[in-house]
């Protein structure tokens, strides 16, 4: 079945140090997403690929940074400069050229924990 | 800009009661309106959606109308099981650009 898979699906980070999260998508989709979760405060975007080797800032990408050498793949490194790293994050992924009735199609998230 | 606006939580039922759960947007044009659930340490899966005015979206037992003229799009089940017992999130897409645009989220907890 076709899908998104995000690992790992727990993380704990040292202070200072860069963590990588996976996301891979077998779906054929050309654009994907990262969004951190936050208790109380919903979804926000950090960032997002339309195509292969072009991405583009979300709302809170001050501390990430993130790669689309393949299509199929879009991991997001958590800099030690993002100063409050803890949090629930989740990938998605869309067709770029989409039907705007598609929807999203969600990874089942990875939780970072500074400690 | 757009936007999506939904009630406060949590929000605690009883098994068998009715739901609603409200959601209102701003945005231009005629957007695609989604109901999406969250499950415990999980990710998002999509519930329901909606695309053009007075469509009704349903699934699970969940229904949701696309009112244009009250810009609403509100969530309601006749009869809540703990199972439905999750996160639920309204969100809103446009036929231009390639985002969604998220309410902040509305957790139900439902007791036996």
């Known amino acids: 079945d076709g899908g998104i898979t995000q690992s790992p699906k727990y993380l704990f980070r040292k202070e200072g140090q860069n963590v990588t999260l996976s996301c891979e998508q077998n779906?054929?989709?050309?654009?994907m997403y990262w969004y951190r979760q936050d208790p109380g405060q919903g979804l926000r975007l950090i960032y997002y690929?339309?195509?292969?080797?072009?991405?583009q800032k979300g709302d809170i990408a001050e501390g990430y940074s993130v790669s689309r050498e393949k299509k199929e793949s879009f991991p997001l490194t958590v800099t030690s400069a993002q100063k409050n790293p803890t949090a629930f994050y989740l990938c998605?992924?869309?067709?770029?050229?989409?039907?705007?009735?598609?929807?999203?199609?969600f990874g089942s998230g990875t939780r970072l924990t500074v400690v | 800009g757009n936007s999506v606006t939904q009630m406060e939580g949590p929000v605690t039922l009883s098994e068998e009661a009715f739901l609603t759960i409200n959601c209102t947007y701003t945005?231009?044009?005629?957007?695609?309106l989604f109901w999406y659930v969250q499950y415990p340490g999980e990710g998002l899966q999509l519930l329901l959606k909606?695309?053009?005015?007075?469509d009704k979206g349903s699934n699970k037992g969940f229904e949701a109308t696309y009112r244009k003229e009250t810009t609403s799009f509100h969530l309601e089940k006749g009869s809540v099981q703990v199972s439905d017992s999750a996160v639920y999130f309204c969100?809103?897409?446009?036929?231009?650009?390639?985002?969604?645009?998220f309410g902040t989220g509305t957790s139900l907890t439902v007791i036996p």
């Open positions: 945005a231009t044009g005629y957007p695609s």
């Open positions: 690929s339309q195509i292969v080797n072009d991405f």
């Open positions: 969100a809103l897409s446009q036929n231009t650009g390639n985002q969604f645009y």
């Open positions: 909606a695309t053009k005015a007075d």
């Open positions: 779906l054929n989709h050309d654009a």
């Open positions: 998605a992924s869309s067709r770029y050229q989409r039907d705007r009735r598609d929807g999203y199609t």
